[in-house]
């Protein structure tokens, strides 16, 4: 996806899709998370591999997250955070609430049925993708910064 920003200009530019799909094959010797693009321009695709504790199966997830929830929040955090800056959960779900005009209750933002329809698509997921492309950091306790 290639999204760049110039702190000492205050551009972002968006670079255009891999022209090719690929796959993330294996498993890397503990959890985590591959973003995998596609040229399709409309959706990214997280790869998530967890291990079994007890039987040591690795199995494979696939989310497709849409690119413009994507692109969404990183013009959500361009123009609410300053670069350096920690920003907490609480603070980046109000403002993605504020955005999509969400209504759901602050405490049930990420419990029960409104994970699926609310926290993963907006928040969680196209926090994970920007955080791979190098353009924030992402904490454990939910707490994001501008680089």
Same mark, same amino acid.
């Given at each position: +996806?290639?999204?760049?920003?110039?702190?000492?200009?205050?551009?972002? =530019?968006?670079?255009?899709?891999? @022209?090719? /799909? &690929?796959?993330?094959? %294996?498993? =890397? %010797? @503990?959890?985590? $998370?591959?973003?995998?693009?596609?040229?399709?321009?409309?959706?990214?695709?997280?790869?998530? /591999?967890?291990? *079994?504790?007890?039987?040591?199966?690795?199995? @494979?997830?696939?989310?497709?997250?849409? $690119?413009? !929830?994507?692109?969404?929040?990183?013009?959500?955090? !361009?123009? *609410?955070?300053?670069?350096?800056?920690?920003?907490?959960?609480? &603070?980046? +779900?109000?403002?993605?609430?504020?955005?999509? %005009?969400?209504?759901?209750?602050?405490?049930?933002?990420? %419990?029960?049925?409104? =994970?699926?329809?609310?926290?993963?698509?907006? /928040?969680?997921?196209?926090?994970?993708?920007?955080?791979?492309?190098?353009?924030?950091?992402?904490?454990? *306790?939910?707490?994001? +910064? $501008?680089?």
């Amino acid at each position: +996806m290639g999204i760049s920003y110039d702190a000492q200009r205050g551009n972002t =530019r968006l670079a255009q899709f891999d @022209k090719d /799909h &690929f796959e993330v094959y %294996g498993w =890397r %010797g @503990k959890s985590g $998370l591959d973003i995998v693009k596609c040229n399709d321009g409309e959706n990214v695709y997280v790869i998530e /591999h967890r291990k *079994n504790k007890q039987t040591g199966e690795i199995t @494979k997830y696939t989310t497709e997250v849409e $690119l413009q !929830k994507v692109l969404n929040l990183w013009q959500i955090l !361009k123009k *609410n955070c300053e670069v350096g800056e920690t920003y907490g959960y609480r &603070f980046i +779900m109000s403002k993605i609430k504020e955005f999509y %005009g969400f209504t759901v209750d602050d405490e049930a933002w990420n %419990g029960g049925k409104n =994970r699926s329809k609310y926290y993963f698509p907006t /928040h969680y997921y196209p926090l994970k993708v920007l955080e791979s492309e190098g353009v924030i950091q992402y904490f454990g *306790n939910g707490g994001v +910064m $501008l680089k």
